[in-house]
């Protein structure tokens, strides 16, 4: 496994493994990899050839008094993880090279970035899409992947991919749970013990509207109003949005008749936490 740092030899290097004919498959991540991370990197493993992880805190991703500088970062850690799972090669480049003096480029996806996440933080899915184009211009890979827990992010980039002719596929895979339910997340480390417990309630919630819908519930009102109830339950939430809306354009929906997302932001403490479920 090799460790990349800069643009321009990751560049040299993938042409390369493109020569020889190898099919490239890419997790991107900000790094402090857990479970979920590792289940995207054994997917690719086993549909490519070379397996190329990123690993970059995109500055340009978080809005002004967000966490970006206190967000978890273990590279060494992270190393190790990706040299178990047979990672051929990591770009963990230096904030400089992604974005050098006079920097003035930005991919800006539109409406389907103002709902959810996107009205909450604003310019977030524009530093998400433009670092995400950067990657797929330096590593051109066949297949990128990502996860369900960020669904407004996949559905952004897939957008992106397709709107741009990026020539990647986007593979989406299934949200990593923790035993009791907590969707994983490098953010869960921010939770003291008390607001780790109350954290429960956000699967908790899903799995109450979903319920309520297998029971016949079509009602959007009623079905987040349950979320609500049992998000509230709990002292130190705080909820952001709770929405159901379309697996594609990510508009609301009042009744649910085809597929229909359900997402949730939720404070607990300080913490801003993402969870979701497809009702089919
Ligand atoms: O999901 C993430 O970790 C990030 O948003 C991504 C896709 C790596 C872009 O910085």
């Known amino acids: 496994m090799k460790v990349y740092r800069d643009?321009?030899?990751?560049i040299k290097k993938v042409r390369e493994i493109k020569k020889q004919g190898y099919k490239i498959g890419l997790v991107?991540?900000?790094?402090?990899?857990?479970?979920?991370?590792?289940?995207?990197?054994?997917?690719?493993?086993?549909?490519?050839?070379?397996?190329?992880?990123?690993?970059?805190?995109?500055?340009?991703?978080?809005?002004?008094?967000?966490?970006?500088?206190?967000?978890?970062?273990?590279?060494?850690?992270?190393?190790v993880l990706c040299e178990k799972e047979g990672v051929d090669i990591i770009f963990a480049p230096e904030s400089k090279k992604m974005y050098p003096r006079g920097y003035s480029t930005y991919v800006n996806?539109?409406?389907?970035?103002?709902?959810?996440?996107?009205a909450s933080r604003p310019g977030h899915f524009r530093g998400v899409s433009t670092v995400v184009a950067k990657f797929f211009n330096i590593i051109t890979?066949?297949?990128a992947y990502f996860g369900r827990k960020d669904a407004q992010q996949a559905i952004v980039i897939k957008r992106m991919a397709e709107d741009l002719n990026m020539g990647v596929e986007i593979k989406v895979m299934p949200i990593v749970r923790e035993k009791d339910g907590l969707a994983m997340s490098s953010r869960n480390v921010y939770l003291n013990r008390r607001e780790r417990s109350e954290a429960q309630c956000i699967y908790k919630s899903l799995k109450s509207a979903k319920?309520?819908?297998?029971?016949g519930e079509r009602d959007s009102k009623k079905i987040i109003n349950k979320i609500k109830?049992?998000?509230?339950?709990?002292?130190?939430?705080?909820?952001?949005?709770?929405?159901?809306?379309?697996?594609?354009?990510?508009?609301?929906?009042?009744?649910?008749?085809?597929?229909?997302?359900?997402?949730?932001?939720?404070?607990?403490?300080?913490?801003?936490?993402?969870?979701?479920?497809?009702?089919?």
């Open 7 to 10: 643009p321009s030899s990751l």
């Open 109 to 118: 996806v539109e409406k389907i970035t103002d709902t959810l996440c996107g």
């Open 141 to 143: 890979p066949d297949i």
């Open 229 to 280: 109830r049992v998000i509230n339950s709990q002292p130190d939430t705080k909820i952001d949005y709770a929405a159901i809306v379309g697996t594609k354009d990510l508009r609301d929906i009042k009744k649910i008749s085809g597929e229909a997302l359900i997402a949730v932001a939720v404070k607990i403490g300080k913490t801003r936490l993402i969870d979701n479920i497809v009702l089919k």
């Open 211 to 215: 319920k309520l819908f297998n029971s």
């Open 28 to 79: 991107p991540t900000m790094g402090f990899l857990h479970e979920g991370h590792m289940s995207l990197v054994r997917k690719a493993r086993k549909d490519t050839d070379c397996v190329i992880v990123s690993i970059f805190v995109n500055p340009a991703q978080f809005g002004p008094g967000e966490d970006f500088k206190k967000y978890p970062r273990a590279l060494k850690k992270d190393l």
